[in-house]
């Protein structure tokens, strides 16, 4: 740490007041020489929290969390001392150093950032004063009004609109005097295909500024309101940038996070529009996923702030897929879920402005956790009379519910899965009830009962070693036993086991940058016994997954495919005729003795 970073530190410290700085994350009252309030690390109804303004400290004497303002905002916003310090220094308007924003406060806050930021200020005041513009912003206004957006809403959002030429905004750009090769890389402009320059990306559209969480405008989003070319799509962001990355931001949640802490819930919804119905109906704890489903980096953004969420796509078929897509990651993270599918095929913001805020909240609030959703959705458009229907629905959802961690909660969903898919065979029911509780079987697709010809289905998963269960389990949990471990399994060591085709498609989910949910590695398996075996693989008690255990399966994998080996050649060995074919087997057979040795 260089002495300006020092230095920066320190005058930061002298310029924080705690009691201030708290009180503005939460209220406060003062209580002889302290003051208390709510703790924010931990659930509590009466005020354990104590902020003591001579000492310049926080403590809290239920959690036991404390210690001074950088502290406070490393834990209330779940980040490293380095961006601690930078935000107090911003509250206290104290500049960062250059060198230090370059290496020590992890922001990289180098002078082609800085440009690309005030790019992205310009660009959003241009798309605000052409919004507002007499003649060129009158079919954008009409749109807004349209769509009911009120102008308090549309001033807190900062929408604007880009008008429809193929040059406006980058004239206004070069005439403020920036590089061209920093417009190429803001995300704000496409290359034409001759390559003989840039033109604007967005023409014709409602635009959106896209915040980061310190506030800055580091994209866009921009909603089609003309004809237009019909192959344009109605939505498109800004393209990847050095400021902005899709995957890694949400929208709105520069807004929302102090009412998503408050709340303890988060609202997430698909578009911009919809965001805004929201925050103008009074929801101002939504966010919306910028027109993807949820990203590995979306859900550990979110959970800075909070662990439970309700999903409330579109209910389109697009809608519902990204919605499942969604609940595998968010599951897998640790949220708890509840899905809102609203009627009549509505999203958020028709449904709004046909029915009302106060109709929203109601529904919102009644929304059913994520698996019941799921049931549902295996149910829809299926004739349950039918066993293999039946079936279909379970092999449809039970992947789902392999993904929650608890034994006692999935098997909790019993009940409900057997009442909604009419399951009423007694056999039937015990099986299903087995793979809830225990995952030692799974419900098998093609297999019937004979004798009462009724659909009646069993078969138990194939006779899977502990080894690789386990090994299975960490590849899916854990990233870095993936790291480690897939690079070392070879095509030979893994072919003849049941797995392979599992360990396979694990591999090729990761190699394809996607996150390796149960949901998603399934989709890579054929039908039947191999998704069979995942499904009971997935439903066994699962310990925490490392990269330690998984090469400790590893191992012994390797251990014992070693050790039947042995036994083969002894059995080749008692049969031999010739010294010859003896010497070479009594080599191979010391050769896998060593290495059983080396790997006990």
């Not at 209580?31 to 303004?53: I, M, N, T």
């Not at 909070?306 to 796509?313: H, I, L, M, S």
């Amino acid at each position: 740490m260089g002495r300006d970073y020092r230095d920066f530190v320190e005058k930061v410290r002298a310029a924080t007041d705690i009691v201030r700085l708290v009180g503005d994350y939460l209220p406060l009252r003062k209580a002889g020489r302290r003051h208390v309030g709510l703790c924010p690390f931990h659930p509590e109804k009466s005020p354990s929290f104590s902020v003591d303004e001579e000492k310049q400290l926080f403590y809290c004497f239920g959690c036991h969390a404390g210690g001074d303002a950088f502290k406070f905002v490393m834990l209330y916003e779940k980040v490293e001392f380095q961006e601690a310090a930078r935000i107090l220094g911003e509250k206290a308007g104290i500049e960062l150093p250059r060198a230090a924003g370059a290496g020590e406060s992890g922001r990289g806050r180098d002078p082609d950032r800085e440009i690309l930021l005030e790019i992205h200020r310009e660009a959003a005041a241009f798309f605000r004063k052409a919004l507002s513009h007499p003649r060129q912003g009158t079919a954008a206004r009409a749109y807004v009004q349209q769509r009911g957006l009120c102008p308090d809403t549309v001033e807190a959002l900062g929408i604007g609109y880009a008008p429809a030429s193929w040059d406006g905004l980058k004239s206004y750009l070069l005439a403020a005097r920036h590089p061209v090769k920093l417009l190429a890389r803001s995300g704000l402009f496409s290359t034409r295909e001759d390559g003989s320059g840039y033109y604007d990306r967005f023409r014709d559209r409602l635009m959106f500024p896209i915040h980061g969480l310190s506030g800055d405008v580091i994209g866009f989003g921009g909603r089609l309101i003309g004809s237009g070319d019909p192959q344009s799509a109605k939505y498109i962001n800004s393209s990847e940038s050095p400021i902005y990355s899709k995957g890694e931001n949400l929208y709105g949640l520069n807004w929302s996070r102090d009412a998503i802490r408050r709340v303890g819930k988060a609202v997430v919804v698909e578009g911009y529009l919809d965001f805004a119905a929201l925050h103008e109906a009074g929801v101002t704890n939504a966010v919306a996923t910028l027109g993807t489903a949820f990203t590995p980096g979306q859900a550990r953004l979110l959970s800075r702030y909070t662990n439970r969420v309700t999903v409330n796509y579109d209910p389109d078929p697009a809608g519902i897929s990204a919605a499942r897509k969604s609940l595998d990651l968010l599951l897998a993270r640790g949220f708890s879920v509840q899905v809102l599918r609203l009627e009549q095929g509505l999203d958020p913001d028709a449904f709004i402005r046909q029915r009302g805020a106060e109709q929203y909240r109601t529904v919102l609030d009644s929304a059913p956790g994520c698996i019941d959703f799921l049931v549902e959705e295996a149910a829809r458009g299926r004739d349950l009379a039918d066993p293999s229907a039946q079936v279909e629905a379970l092999n449809e959802l039970l992947p789902h519910v392999a993904g929650l961690e608890n034994p006692a909660e999935r098997s909790g969903y019993f009940k409900r899965i057997a009442e909604r898919l009419a399951l009423e065979d007694g056999v039937l029911l015990e099986q299903v009830r087995k793979t809830l509780r225990s995952g030692g079987r799974s419900i098998s697709r093609g297999a019937r009962d004979a004798a009462g010809g009724n659909g009646l289905l069993a078969g138990a998963t194939q006779k899977v070693s502990e080894a690789e269960s386990r090994l299975v389990q960490n590849l899916l949990g854990c990233m870095e036993a993936r790291r480690e471990i897939l690079p070392c399994l070879s095509r030979e060591e893994i072919e003849d086991l049941p797995t392979a085709l599992i360990l396979k498609a694990i591999g090729d989910t990761d190699a394809a940058g996607e996150e390796p949910t149960i949901a998603a590695v399934m989709s890579r398996l054929p039908e039947g016994s191999p998704q069979d075996l995942l499904t009971g693989i997935a439903f066994k008690p699962k310990a925490p997954a490392s990269a330690a255990e998984a090469a400790a399966c590893l191992a012994t994998i390797r251990k014992e495919r070693m050790i039947a080996e042995r036994r083969r050649l002894q059995k080749e060995i008692d049969a031999a005729g010739t010294a010859a074919a003896l010497e070479a087997m009594f080599q191979r057979k010391m050769e896998l003795s060593r290495r059983i040795d080396d790997l006990s």
